[in-house]
């Protein structure tokens, strides 16, 4: 390829029989993220989306947009091409489309905002085909600039690229590596370096005669990252089924609690990955996770709390508990283990409904149909009443209720209920001066009512409400006296 100064920074992805990785190489400098950044309390997870790649970037610490003209880092680059790359194709001022290959020559930029070029892209070359092979190349000096970035490597790593297979253009050119190659610390400028399942990238000049002119040509070589590490998880179910092997809402509850417990391990690490480039490992479920050290094991126990409402008002279903097992890496690999179970349900015996039953009685009974001292007779009236009369709510429910209310002239009062309680007798002064009725039975005003509402003891969602209607008064008990005996 022609010379073009850039900057490249390859990411790997993988996801396979329930393992995740995402691996990011940190800025030079960068040795380690601060595990306090990732301990919120919940699994740490791999970006899927333009927003979640850019709140990952800003949480290990990569800029989430270019230096300049703030370009946003490209999620859907980095899915393809596993690569971080700033902006779009679009952006990059007289790029090229090749539409055999479906491929354009620049990605986009890097955070330095520099053309990043796509090897996929057909080579210069007629036909599109590298007309020489690298063997040939006679790699350029590139001066103290090469050298410093391999002092940013540690040793582990610096040793790596220098033994792992390089690739130019995705083809290996047989045993191709550093030391076949000819390559040095000074002919080889390093461009990413590698982490557990990084792919690292190694920069280079060289010249190349055509047409009897001599060009400055460039090279990027790419290798795979070496390492990983290896996680076992498993979840253990606490709570016992019953014996149609289900788990079942009891009668009048609308929530069900299982108790499980998690195990995670970190079985074995290879290649680069090392026990000191973790910052954070654990395991959990979206209930909470639980910090560890070392190699494991790691535990969590909790309790997933299911409402009847999953059931979606069918007789039986199915929960799920996925649990995983985490790992976070230094340089920003997010490594998942996971294992899911799956829980039969029955919702048993419906709840009965709730009902109520009230009526409201007098203490005096006048208005029972009798006859005065003086002759005259009362009208038969149950829920006629006298002013300042002490009466009594009788309420009955057919199931415990929660502290229930009843309202009455616009006051909202609040009964106690008791544990295992259904009966309840309460008394209720009449008011003075608010009389419904003449003694004549003349209508005054509307008759009044008692509002009663109650709640299932054992399930919020079963409710009930009644009223007792045609409550009248007349009079008030200091009348009593002047009636009695008045000709």
Sequence with gaps: MRKSRFLKLILAGCV???????????????????????????????????????????????????????????????????MLVYGTPAQVPGNRYDPVYQQYAMLGYSYEE??????????????GITQSNPFSWKENDLGSTASSSWQRLDSAQRQQLKEVQLYYRNQPFGLMNYSNLGLSERKAFVLAPPSWHLGSALYTEHYLTRNGRRETRYATFTCNGSGNAELSCSLEILTPPDKDKAYGFAEGEDEMRISYRVT???EALSGLANEKDIVLRGVGTEDGVKYGSGMGPFVYEGTKVLH?????????????????????????????????????????????????????????????????????????????F????????????????????????????????????????????????????????????????????????KASSNRASTIIEGIELTGDTFDLLYLQTAN
């Design 386 to 457: 006298l002013g300042l009369e002490t009466t009594w709510l009788n309420v009955n429910f057919n199931k415990p209720v929660a502290n229930w209310k009843y309202t009455f002239l616009g006051q909202t009062n609040i009964v106690t209920a008791g544990a295992n309680q259904v009966s309840y007798s309460i008394p209720v002064k009449m008011p003075l001066n608010h009389d419904t009725l003449t003694w004549n039975s003349k209508r005054l005003q509307p008759a009044l009512k008692i509002e009663i509402e109650a709640t299932d003891r």
């Design 308 to 384: 009847r409402s999953i059931l979606e008002g069918a007789t039986a279903g199915v929960a799920e508990i996925t649990a995983t097992t985490f790992v976070v890496s230094g340089m920003g690999d997010i490594i998942l283990q996971e294992q899911v179970k799956y829980l039969p349900l029955r919702s048993h015996k419906p709840i009965e409904p709730l009902t109520i039953t009230a009526d409201i009685k007098g203490a005096i009974g006048y208005f029972s149909g009798v006859k005065t001292l003086n002759g005259r007779k009362l009208p038969l009236a149950k829920r006629r």
């Design 16 to 82: 396979s029989a329930g393992l995740i990785i995402v691996s990011f190489t940190l800025p030079y400098g960068v040795k380690n993220l601060y595990a306090a950044v990732w301990t919120d309390g919940t699994i740490p997870k791999p970006p899927d989306d333009q927003a979640s790649f850019l709140a990952y970037l800003k949480r290990i610490g990569q800029p989430a947009y270019s230096r300049d003209h703030r370009y946003p880092a490209n999620f859907a680059t980095f899915h393809d091409y596993k």
């Design 264 to 266: 995670g391990r970190i």
């Design 114 to 127: 520099r053309p990043v070029t796509n090897s996929l892209f057909p080579d210069d070359a007629p036909g």
